[in-house]
T-cell receptor
């Protein structure tokens, strides 16, 4: 069974640009969550989708947005990038509405 | 606001040693506490502890949950170099779907 797949794995952007990250959950998993990981702040929750509906949103500015498609694949978008957005963005899926999360390898974003 | 604090921040031991990692938490409506191991990118699930399962064991790793004192410990016996990783503790709130609140992690280095 394939794990959580995230693309791209690495990307470099400049300030002011926007970026879209993609996540394919484990087959059959309907919940997809996104986390930002930085050395200073650790793992912080961005948002969670279940059956195409955003159920929870973390304390991030409106520049961070996401969506989930009918096949459970999810994308997150960050607009008007800032240097502080440089981070590892982790996607996780779960087969249930609550329970352990299975993480992908992450997308490493560097903003110059 | 839910909160998780892990200690120590980092730890260096030699192969064969036993280590204890600590996790204290505050959560408004506790559902579960989870432990993850992060070696390079993707955190991998270790244990989930709930009100009905306050002690878990898998090989050399074991964990207990003290719901009264609001803490958990992760024990690793007979450590090996492959145990070197960041160990993350997280709590799940009954009111928050799959949104996990993570601690800052404990970085464990096991020397040969």
């Amino acid at each position: 069974k394939a794990g959580v797949t995230q693309t791209p794995r690495y990307l470099i952007k400049t300030r002011g640009q926007q970026v879209t990250l993609s996540c394919s959950p484990i087959s059959g998993h309907r919940s997809v969550s996104w986390y930002q990981q930085t050395p200073g702040q650790g793992l912080q929750f961005l948002f969670e989708y279940f059956s195409e509906t955003q159920r929870n949103k973390g304390n991030f500015p409106g520049r961070f947005s996401g969506r989930q498609f009918s096949n459970s694949r999810s994308e997150m978008n960050v607009s008007t990038l800032e240097l502080g957005d440089s981070a590892l963005y982790l996607c996780a899926s779960s087969p249930r509405e609550a329970g352990e999360l299975f993480f992908g390898e992450g997308s490493r974003l560097t903003v110059l | 606001e839910d909160k998780v604090v892990q200690s120590p921040l980092s730890l260096v031991v030699h192969e064969g040693d036993t280590v204890t990692l600590n996790c204290s938490y505050e959560v408004t409506n506790f559902r579960s506490l989870l432990w993850y191991k992060q070696e390079k990118k993707a955190p991998t699930f270790l244990f989930m502890l709930t009100s009905s399962g306050i002690e878990k064991k898998s090989g050399r790793l074991s964990s207990i949950l003290d719901k009264k004192e609001l803490f958990s410990i992760l024990n690793i016996t007979a450590t090996q170099t492959g145990d070197s990783a960041i160990y993350l503790c997280a709590v799940e709130n009954n009111n928050a779907g799959n949104m996990l609140t993570f601690g800052g992690g404990t970085r464990l280095m096991v020397k040969p």
